[in-house]
């Protein structure tokens, strides 16, 4: 089993919808917990943490569940903008962090 | 501010020949990672360095690739012999040793192709 799996979709919405992403995680040690973003032929970029009590930036809210070990991030009000993959990652300490695949999302005018 | 210097951007080779990427992180910065992303197996750690230390080699697919970090500006990564299974974008990433544990700072990536 893979320690960070994500479905890879694609999920393709038109703008305005609300979508969310779920990942789950295998180590029950891990400590920390992102959301990234990836462009198309980019490097990933930090989108948000994720916090114990959840947290929302904007249209963006992440919200972690240790007892059945997954994260989500859901998306309010979807822009063409935010077309791109979201990477979740886990981390076992400071610096072992590990990617899930990625979720592809586009959104559509 | 300079982010992370990556280079080449883009090479293709041939297999067999010894290829070499190399990496300069941001400036302060006190961890530097190797990455290596396919469309079969997402974003693989391969390395990682703290104060220019190798911390954990485990992710190095075999004794092919190998890594340095002379100093705290420079890391490099090579391949040799190079195979086509090699063929992936490789992303150096670097961190400050304060701050937010998971915000990393990637490079463009240097996209590699053997043939």
């Known amino acids: 089993r893979k320690e960070v799996e994500q479905d890879p979709g694609p999920f393709n919405v038109p703008e305005g919808a609300t979508v969310a992403f779920n990942c789950t995680y295998s180590?029950?040690?891990?400590?920390?917990f992102f959301w990234y973003r990836q462009d198309c032929r980019k490097e990933p970029k930090l989108l948000m943490s994720v916090y114990s009590s959840g947290n929302e930036d904007g249209r963006f809210t992440a919200q972690l569940n240790r007892a059945s070990q997954y994260i989500s991030l859901l998306i309010r009000d979807s822009k063409l903008s935010d077309s791109a993959t979201y990477l979740c990652v886990v981390t076992k300490g400071t610096n072992d962090m590990r990617f899930g695949a990625g979720t592809r999302l586009t959104v559509k005018p | 501010d300079a982010g992370v210097i990556q280079s080449p951007r883009h090479e293709v080779t041939e297999m067999g020949q010894e290829v070499t990427l190399r990496c300069k992180p941001i400036?302060?910065?006190?961890?530097l990672f190797w990455y290596r992303q396919t469309m079969m197996r997402g974003l693989e750690l391969l390395i990682y360095?703290?104060?220019?230390?190798?911390?954990?080699d485990s992710g190095m697919p075999e004794d092919r690739f190998s890594a340095k970090m002379p100093n705290a500006s420079f890391s490099t990564l090579k391949i040799q012999p190079s195979e086509p299974r090699d063929s992936a974008v490789y992303f150096c990433?670097?961190?400050?040793?304060?701050?937010?544990?998971?915000?990393?700072?990637f490079g463009e990536g240097s996209r590699l192709t053997v043939l």
């Open positions: 180590n029950s040690a891990s400590q920390s």
């Open positions: 400036s302060g910065h006190n961890s």
């Open positions: 990433a670097s961190r400050p040793g304060t701050g937010e544990a998971g915000e990393l700072f």
């Open positions: 360095f703290n104060n220019n230390v190798p911390i954990d």
